[in-house]
């Protein structure tokens, strides 16, 4: 099985939050784009549906990040 998802590289969420200390980010990637959820991922579904990727602030669960998130 793969061990991480096949979109990483070109995934707007993973790109602008991949270094946010924010514990739930980290949770998100650890358990969808390097995890088990990976093919349950709402973005991924999104893409595939839409053709091209959400906006980069829906999370892997479909929701939207509303709150600003420190990524210093
Ligand atoms: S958010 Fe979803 S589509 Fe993006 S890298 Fe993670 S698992 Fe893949």
Known sequence: MESQ???LETCGFFKKYQAAKDLACKGFIKLYCR???MNN???KQYREKHGEPPSDDMLPSGHMI???IDRE
């Open 5 to 7: 998802c096949a979109h």
């Open 41 to 43: 991922c709402k973005r």
């Open 66 to 68: 509303v709150n600003k």
């Open 35 to 37: 995890g088990p959820k």
